[in-house]
T-cell receptor
Framework: DAEITQSPRHKITETGRQVTLACHQT?????MFWYRQDLGHGLRLIHY???????NKGEVSDGYSVSRSNTEDLPLTLESAASSQTSVYFC?????????????FGPGTRLTVL | QKEVEQNSGPLSVPEGAIASLNCTYS??????FFWYRQYSGKSPELIMF??SNGDKEDGRFTAQLNKASQYVSLLIRDSQPSDSATYLC???????????WGLGTSLAVNP
């Protein structure tokens, strides 16, 4: 069955370290998204991609970067982790079907920055 | 600033009752509307979408859309304790494939 996976599921790191969160989907979707979810803020878009070599900034992109070298993967890199980046991170992918663009989510990565 | 607003709750209903969840949005150009369910510690999962004015039914779930009032709702009939979760409303403003998310409404169904 097609799916979307994230790794690691839990990560503890220290301030200033570079961290990469992996996202892999086997839906063959062109669109991929990274969100963070924090209490009181809901889901906030970090970066997104509409296809290979395409990346775009979302509403909270500072301190994060992504690259899209193939259809299946969109890794999220925290260049220099900060305590404010402690959060739950969700990857999602989507494809337009019948005029509707449904997003499907991975299981999430809980990141703690000490 | 495009916004999607939901009552945070918690909304508490007895088992077997109808739960009514509401969502308003600011962008009149919005074209498709989604309801996601999120259990504690889990990722959001899509339960329904709607893009035409009126009602759309799927099992115990009914989505209602009123574009003139910029209002979308989700009704859950015969509520079960397993329906206890946070329900997220998301809105897609047309060609833009991004979703604008509400903060979610927490629903508790009491046995």
């Amino acid at each position: 069955d097609a799916e979307i996976t994230q790794s690691p599921r839990h990560k503890i790191t220290e301030t200033g370290r570079q961290v990469t969160l992996a996202c892999h989907q086997t839906w063959n979707h062109n669109n991929m998204f990274w969100y963070r979810q924090d209490l009181g803020h809901g889901l906030r878009l970090i970066h997104y991609s509409y296809g290979v070599q395409d990346t775009n900034k979302g509403e909270v992109s500072d301190g994060y970067s992504v690259s899209r070298s193939n259809t299946e993967d969109l890794p999220l890199t925290l260049e220099s982790a900060a305590s404010s980046q402690t959060s739950v991170y969700f990857c999602a992918s989507s494809e337009v079907r019948g005029g509707i663009d449904e997003q499907f989510f991975g299981p999430g990565t809980r990141l703690t920055v000490l | 600033q495009k916004e999607v607003e939901q009552n945070s709750g918690p909304l508490s209903v007895p088992e077997g009752a109808i739960a009514s969840l509401n969502c308003t949005y600011s962008d009149r150009g919005s074209q498709s509307f989604f309801w996601y369910r999120q259990y504690s510690g889990k990722s959001p999962e899509l339960i329904m979408f709607i893009y035409s004015n009126g009602d759309k039914e799927d099992g115990r779930f009914t989505a209602q859309l009123n574009k003139a009032s910029q209002y979308v709702s989700l009704l859950i009939r015969d509520s079960q304790p397993s329906d206890s979760a946070t329900y997220l409303c998301a809105v897609n403003a047309g060609n833009n494939r991004k979703l604008i998310w509400g903060l979610g409404t927490s629903l508790a169904v009491n046995p």
